[in-house]
């Protein structure tokens, strides 16, 4: 039977009950929340003078209404050691999300830390390090000191290389700039670190190279942009499952033309109509079906390309939008480079396109119309170019962001309204570090370096590659090997003799062993094979501020208290720097013991000043105080100046003209077809007969840190699902909810099988990061040139596991999109 | 109720009201003076409704109800086809409240496949399988009504398994 939770009354916030600002702490959106909190031993009644809302709850509520929130909104936390009940309910007065909530977001309550009601009991709550077979607790001091002495002594025998790191680099939970300053000045500034990885990629880079080396940065517009659009292309995303309220607050009104009267008034001198869209995408997606449903067939165009074609399909909408005489040339002009040569270098007919992309011709003069082609009087055409790991998980993803941004510029589309060409993005930003300059280009294949044995040390900060890396299968052995020899080693001696000890692990690293650190909030299948596993606190327990993917900043306020001994990240840091002080002192080297000077930080607050406040760009123009007085509508980096006291922003980015270089000029990229480019791709596609295309699911968060310990979720997806066209499942005589295992030369692994007419034949779908079948096993070691993992072209055999098990009897396989009557 | 009155009018603008469950049939719901079947405690006690009887169902046609007050709007279903949560001889009766949880828009039920769809935000609720979210934003599956049929073959709703949307206690304090 499907989940319920059988409640039947929530407990009602107290007109005095405490009112503070968050932000979604999961996607790129982040949408606004309001935080209500009251004593325990109090609550509200239905009369309007007695509740928070002030209305009277006597009486069912209206539709949409601000004043009802959702059993999965609640919970009962601890705020300065008292038990508070606690309400986290999306804000109606947010700009970004107009009191929507997802089914991610709108749970966060429920995903809180609670003694009470039991919720998240699986979060770590002590520091733990490896002792007798088992992760045991110990003191902050004990186990920081093991990590100082660790660290300290690999770095004696290897350099600096000898030091892997892992960490996040975006905001969000598990991020933001507070925490995003801490590592960078520990790995970048104390140290420089070359070796080092972030979250969902094996190496310390940029995963739009392409876009940033021509002087666009990728998060160029507004939200508002998308309701002031005559054309949205949106390329390798499903924005309804992955940044949802973005599409349903901003998309979806222009699709049904409920934006006229905005278009109307804030673009008078032409002519306005509802918006169409585009999708690029391999397969059908529910964003697709909405747009149809909204906007009518003849508005929406799905362009189902092969997979990893899109490169040769931009270079043909530059080709045609150039030869109908539809680009921008005043623009071209004023404010680019570089637009001839790379017309002359990136020629591709709709006839050669349609080969590679299989598509037809018209479908491809179609779209470079419904892109460029000037409304009536001659205006031109609006239109906002998206994004997303379609694009920079796929083939070429260098090249493919360059040709993309091609079109977005020789249409005159960045820095306008109505236009954009950005990535929609997965997490929300919060990205403030000291150079990491020293890395260079491409930078170390991290995973790789893991794999053939190198380095000593592994810090590892709110990553869990074991689900979220490429090739996993030969890196999650090769790990714990290496881990394992340590294991021996802290067990050959008694672990009060730190002297022995610390011999002991350094034994075994020469031996090929490599001492892993966990800093997490919750126990990962990576961190089940460290030595010392830390305890994180995460948004909503520690003030921390991100910026969503309009660069709208905001502070999401400390609304209860981390679990047990849990810290800040940033904090976790600074006890950290100052063990590597104390160690290098003893070591009788104070001159790298003085470089650990300078986390002399009391609070998040500290970290903040230290780093955001001082080095980003406008950073002085922004305060906690200022942040909290912007509540969840914040302000949109970069900051400008502050009036009476509000920080004033930014809407759009290069309004002006004047783009990332040095001359201010944007670049146009040459970037002709080359293939399927990553290494061994195309001889995979060639062997084996199922694509294996992956992506997100709009039930989970990232890679279901906190989701696993969700009853809902776990409810709905006990197994990753796998969807694919039912044909195919006759021919491999499998069922709805059947396991089936998918492999190829790089690894196996399992999923659910989920019945999906609209799969094209060989073309399936998995959830990706799921840790009950994790699709990176069976995703090649291939990476472009800048190391950018390519998941999304993966080929792979199928075949039956198992009938249905008894998880999966009761769900449900229909079609996951909206049907009208 | 005037929300939903200008809810139901966008419905039309949009051409779904075809679909919508707004098929009444002859379901004046009517409060019964029985007490609820058994108390929940802590939770709130339910009353208990007469929503039709067996003879007024015809498969695929939903009734509009109303339980556990006036005020909530539900659908009583045959499927045609045995469910979870079914009564009835056949075991095909359902019912469920028509306010999505995520924001409390109306839902349509569509018989092709049986389902609840919402038009404003494409959430899709399965009936056949007690409500559960095929696809959407609620962070709850569809409360299910919980029904009784006696001998001569009326039902009655007896009470629910979830919280209903726009109110904090599913029997308004009134
Ligand atoms: S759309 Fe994204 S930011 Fe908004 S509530 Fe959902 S997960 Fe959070």
Request: aromatic fraction near 8%; include cysteine; glycine fraction near 10%.
């Given at each position: 039977?499907?989940?319920?939770?059988?409640?039947?009354?929530?407990?009602?916030?107290?007109?005095?009950?405490?009112?503070?600002?968050?932000?979604?702490?999961?996607?790129?959106?982040?949408?606004?929340?309001?935080?209500?909190?009251?004593?325990?031993?109090?609550?509200?009644?239905?009369?309007?003078?007695?509740?928070?809302?002030?209305?009277?709850?006597?009486?069912?509520?209206?539709?949409?209404?601000?004043?009802?929130?959702?059993?999965?909104?609640?919970?009962?936390?601890?705020?300065?050691?008292?038990?508070?009940?606690?309400?986290?309910?999306?804000?109606?007065?947010?700009?970004?999300?107009?009191?929507?909530?997802?089914?991610?977001?709108?749970?966060?309550?429920?995903?809180?830390?609670?003694?009470?009601?039991?919720?998240?009991?699986?979060?770590?709550?002590?520091?733990?390090?490896?002792?007798?077979?088992?992760?045991?607790?110990?003191?902050?001091?004990?186990?920081?000191?093991?990590?100082?002495?660790?660290?300290?002594?690999?770095?004696?025998?290897?350099?600096?290389?000898?030091?892997?790191?892992?960490?996040?680099?975006?905001?969000?939970?598990?991020?933001?700039?507070?925490?995003?300053?801490?590592?960078?000045?520990?790995?970048?500034?104390?140290?420089?670190?070359?070796?080092?990885?972030?979250?969902?990629?094996?190496?310390?880079n940029s995963e739009v190279h392409g876009s940033r080396d021509m002087g666009v940065g990728e998060l160029n517009n507004?939200?508002?942009d998308a309701?002031l659009a005559d054309t949205i292309v949106c390329i390798g995303a499903n924005p309804?499952?992955?940044?949802?309220?973005?599409?349903?607050?901003?998309w979806?009104?222009n699709l049904?033309?409920?934006?006229?009267?905005?278009k109307?008034?804030?673009l008078?001198?032409e002519p306005h109509d509802r918006a169409r869209i585009i999708f690029v995408d391999p397969r059908w997606t529910?964003s697709i079906?909405?747009s149809v449903?909204?906007a009518g067939r003849d508005r929406v165009l799905h362009l189902p390309i092969k997979s990893g074609t899109d490169l040769a399909l931009f270079n043909a909408l530059t080709t045609v939008i150039a030869d109908q005489g539809w680009v921008d040339h005043a623009f071209i002009a004023a404010h680019t480079a570089g637009y001839d040569e790379m017309l002359q270098a990136n020629r591709t007919t709709p006839e050669q396109a349609a080969t590679i992309t299989g598509l037809s011709p018209e479908q491809i003069r179609t779209a470079a119309a419904w892109i460029a082609e000037p409304k009536a009087g001659g205006k031109r055409r609006r239109t906002m170019i998206v994004y997303e790991k379609g694009l920079i998980w796929g083939n070429d993803n260098y090249r493919t962001n360059q040709a993309l941004v091609n079109i977005a510029l020789a249409t005159g589309n960045i820095g306008r309204a109505g236009g954009g060409c950005v990535r929609m993005g997965?997490?929300?930003?919060?990205?403030?570090?000291?150079?990491?300059?020293?890395?260079?280009r491409?930078?170390?294949?991290?995973?790789?370096?893991?794999?053939?044995?190198?380095?000593?040390?592994?810090?590892?900060?709110?990553?869990?590659?074991?689900?979220?890396?490429?090739?996993?299968?030969?890196?999650?052995?090769?790990?714990?090997?290496?881990?394992?020899?340590?294991?021996?080693?802290?067990?050959?001696?008694?672990?009060?003799?730190?002297?022995?000890?610390?011999?002991?692990?350094?034994?075994?690293?020469?031996?090929?062993?490599?001492?892993?650190?966990?800093?997490?909030?919750?126990?990962?299948?990576?961190?089940?094979?460290?030595?010392?596993?830390?305890?994180?606190?995460?948004?909503?327990?520690?003030?921390?501020?991100?910026?969503?993917?309009?660069?709208?900043?905001?502070?999401?306020?400390?609304?209860?208290?981390?679990?047990?001994?849990?810290?800040?990240?940033?904090?976790?840091?600074?006890?950290?720097?100052?063990?590597?002080?104390?160690?290098?002192?003893?070591?009788?080297?104070?001159?790298?013991?003085?470089?650990?000077?300078?986390?002399?930080?009391?609070?998040?607050?500290?970290?903040?000043?230290?780093?955001?406040?001082?080095?980003?760009?406008?950073?002085?123009?922004?305060?906690?105080?200022?942040?909290?007085?912007?509540?969840?509508?914040?302000?949109?980096?970069?900051?400008?100046?502050?009036?009476?006291?509000?920080?004033?922003?930014?809407?759009r980015l290069y309004s002006d003209g004047r783009f990332g270089t040095a001359d201010g000029r944007a670049r146009f990229a040459a970037s002709p077809w080359r293939g399927l480019e990553a290494a061994?791709k195309e001889q995979e596609r060639d062997?084996?007969?199922?694509l294996?295309n992956?992506g997100?699911?709009?039930?989970?968060?990232?890679?279901?840190?906190?989701?696993?310990?969700?009853?809902?979720?776990?409810?709905?997806?006990?197994?990753?699902?796998?969807?694919?066209?039912?044909?195919?499942?006759?021919?491999?005589?499998?069922?709805?909810?059947?396991?089936?295992?998918?492999?190829?030369?790089?690894?196996?692994?399992?999923?659910?099988?989920?019945?999906?007419?609209?799969?094209r034949?060989?073309e399936?779908?998995?959830?990706?990061?799921?840790?009950?079948?994790?699709?990176?096993?069976?995703?090649?070691?291939g990476v472009n040139e800048l190391?950018i993992p390519n998941y999304k072209q993966?080929w792979?055999?199928?075949?039956?596991?198992?009938?249905?098990?008894?998880?999966?009897?009761?769900?449900?396989?229909?079609?996951?999109?909206?049907?009208?009557? | 109720?005037?929300?939903?009155?200008?809810?139901?009018?966008?419905?039309?603008?949009?051409?779904?009201?075809?679909?919508?469950?707004?098929?009444?049939?002859?379901?004046?719901?009517?409060?019964?003076?029985?007490?609820?079947?058994?108390?929940?405690?802590?939770?709130?006690?339910?009353?208990?409704?007469?929503?039709?009887?067996?003879?007024?169902?015809?498969?695929?046609?939903?009734?509009?109800?109303?339980?556990?007050?006036?005020?909530?709007?539900?659908?009583?279903?045959?499927?045609?086809?045995?469910?979870?949560?079914?009564?009835?001889?056949?075991?095909?009766?359902?019912?469920?409240?028509?306010?999505?949880?995520?924001?409390?828009?109306?839902?349509?039920?569509?018989?092709?496949?049986?389902?609840?769809?919402?038009?404003?935000?494409?959430?899709?609720?399965?009936?056949?399988?007690?409500?559960?979210?095929?696809?959407?934003?609620?962070?709850?599956?569809?409360?299910?009504?919980?029904?009784?049929?006696?001998?001569?073959?009326?039902?009655?709703?007896?009470?629910?398994?979830?919280?209903?949307?726009?109110?904090?206690?599913?029997?308004?304090?009134?």
């Amino acid at each position: 039977m499907a989940y319920k939770r059988e409640i039947d009354r929530l407990p009602i916030p107290p007109a005095d009950a405490k009112v503070t600002s968050a932000v979604c702490h999961y996607c790129i959106v982040g949408c606004g929340y309001k935080v209500y909190s009251w004593d325990i031993n109090r609550q509200g009644g239905t009369d309007p003078a007695t509740n928070a809302f002030g209305a009277d709850l006597a009486v069912q509520q209206r539709v949409e209404t601000p004043n009802w929130f959702a059993p999965a909104m609640y919970n009962v936390v601890k705020q300065d050691g008292r038990d508070v009940h606690l309400v986290l309910k999306p804000d109606h007065d947010c700009v970004v999300n107009a009191g929507l909530g997802s089914i991610r977001g709108a749970r966060q309550g429920e995903l809180s830390y609670s003694e009470v009601t039991g919720t998240q009991a699986q979060r770590l709550k002590d520091p733990l390090v490896w002792r007798y077979s088992g992760l045991h607790p110990t003191s902050w001091d004990d186990a920081l000191d093991l990590v100082a002495e660790v660290t300290r002594r690999v770095v004696e025998d290897q350099g600096e290389d000898g030091l892997l790191v892992s960490a996040f680099d975006h905001g969000g939970a598990g991020g933001g700039y507070e925490n995003t300053w801490a590592t960078g000045k520990l790995y970048f500034e104390s140290m420089k670190v070359r070796n080092i990885r972030i979250h969902n990629r094996p190496a310390y880079n940029s995963e739009v190279h392409g876009s940033r080396d021509m002087g666009v940065g990728e998060l160029n517009n507004c939200y508002e942009d998308a309701q002031l659009a005559d054309t949205i292309v949106c390329i390798g995303a499903n924005p309804l499952e992955a940044q949802t309220n973005y599409f349903l607050n901003h998309w979806i009104p222009n699709l049904r033309g409920s934006t006229l009267e905005k278009k109307q008034a804030e673009l008078p001198d032409e002519p306005h109509d509802r918006a169409r869209i585009i999708f690029v995408d391999p397969r059908w997606t529910v964003s697709i079906n909405a747009s149809v449903i909204e906007a009518g067939r003849d508005r929406v165009l799905h362009l189902p390309i092969k997979s990893g074609t899109d490169l040769a399909l931009f270079n043909a909408l530059t080709t045609v939008i150039a030869d109908q005489g539809w680009v921008d040339h005043a623009f071209i002009a004023a404010h680019t480079a570089g637009y001839d040569e790379m017309l002359q270098a990136n020629r591709t007919t709709p006839e050669q396109a349609a080969t590679i992309t299989g598509l037809s011709p018209e479908q491809i003069r179609t779209a470079a119309a419904w892109i460029a082609e000037p409304k009536a009087g001659g205006k031109r055409r609006r239109t906002m170019i998206v994004y997303e790991k379609g694009l920079i998980w796929g083939n070429d993803n260098y090249r493919t962001n360059q040709a993309l941004v091609n079109i977005a510029l020789a249409t005159g589309n960045i820095g306008r309204a109505g236009g954009g060409c950005v990535r929609m993005g997965g997490h929300q930003e919060g990205y403030v570090r000291p150079s990491d300059a020293h890395i260079g280009r491409p930078a170390p294949y991290v995973d790789q370096l893991i794999i053939q044995g190198k380095g000593g040390v592994h810090h590892i900060w709110a990553c869990d590659h074991f689900k979220t890396t490429l090739n996993a299968t030969e890196f999650r052995n090769a790990y714990k090997r290496r881990t394992d020899l340590v294991k021996y080693a802290v067990e050959s001696v008694p672990y009060a003799d730190r002297a022995r000890l610390i011999d002991a692990i350094m034994g075994a690293i020469r031996q090929g062993g490599l001492f892993s650190v966990n800093v997490d909030i919750v126990p990962t299948k990576i961190g089940a094979h460290s030595h010392v596993v830390l305890p994180a606190a995460t948004s909503g327990e520690m003030n921390l501020t991100s910026m969503n993917g309009e660069r709208r900043m905001r502070l999401t306020e400390r609304y209860m208290d981390p679990p047990g001994r849990a810290l800040p990240d940033c904090l976790i840091v600074a006890r950290l720097a100052q063990k590597l002080e104390e160690s290098w002192r003893r070591a009788g080297k104070p001159e790298i013991a003085d470089r650990f000077k300078g986390y002399d930080w009391q609070t998040e607050e500290d970290a903040f000043m230290d780093g955001f406040h001082r080095h980003a760009n406008g950073g002085e123009h922004v305060t906690y105080e200022r942040l909290r007085a912007a509540g969840t509508n914040g302000f949109q980096e970069p900051a400008v100046g502050v009036e009476d006291g509000r920080i004033v922003g930014t809407k759009r980015l290069y309004s002006d003209g004047r783009f990332g270089t040095a001359d201010g000029r944007a670049r146009f990229a040459a970037s002709p077809w080359r293939g399927l480019e990553a290494a061994g791709k195309e001889q995979e596609r060639d062997r084996f007969p199922y694509l294996i295309n992956n992506g997100r699911a709009n039930h989970v968060w990232q890679s279901i840190y906190l989701d696993q310990a969700s009853d809902f979720v776990m409810d709905r997806w006990p197994y990753p699902f796998l969807e694919i066209n039912p044909a195919d499942m006759a021919e491999l005589g499998v069922k709805a909810g059947d396991i089936v295992e998918i492999f190829n030369d790089n690894g196996a692994t399992q999923a659910m099988v989920y019945p999906t007419p609209t799969a094209r034949r060989k073309e399936t779908f998995m959830l990706f990061a799921y840790p009950t079948g994790v699709q990176g096993n069976v995703v090649s070691a291939g990476v472009n040139e800048l190391i950018i993992p390519n998941y999304k072209q993966t080929w792979g055999n199928i075949r039956k596991l198992a009938d249905a098990p008894e998880a999966t009897r009761h769900l449900t396989f229909k079609s996951k999109d909206y049907r009208v009557a | 109720m005037e929300r939903e009155c200008k809810n139901l009018a966008e419905v039309g603008r949009r051409q779904f009201l075809k679909g919508s469950v707004a098929v009444a049939g002859a379901a004046t719901a009517t409060v019964s003076t029985q007490t609820a079947a058994a108390p929940r405690a802590p939770g709130v006690e339910y009353p208990v409704v007469r929503l039709a009887n067996l003879a007024d169902l015809v498969v695929d046609q939903p009734l509009r109800i109303r339980y556990p007050d006036r005020r909530s709007p539900g659908a009583l279903i045959k499927l045609g086809v045995p469910a979870e949560g079914g009564v009835g001889p056949d075991g095909d009766v359902v019912a469920f409240s028509t306010m999505c949880p995520h924001q409390g828009i109306p839902l349509n039920y569509v018989a092709a496949d049986k389902t609840l769809n919402c038009f404003s935000h494409y959430s899709r609720f399965d009936c056949e399988k007690a409500g559960f979210q095929i696809w959407g934003h609620a962070t709850q599956n569809l409360t299910q009504f919980r029904l009784r049929v006696d001998d001569a073959g009326e039902i009655f709703a007896e009470g629910m398994d979830d919280l209903i949307f726009g109110r904090l206690s599913n029997v308004l304090d009134v």
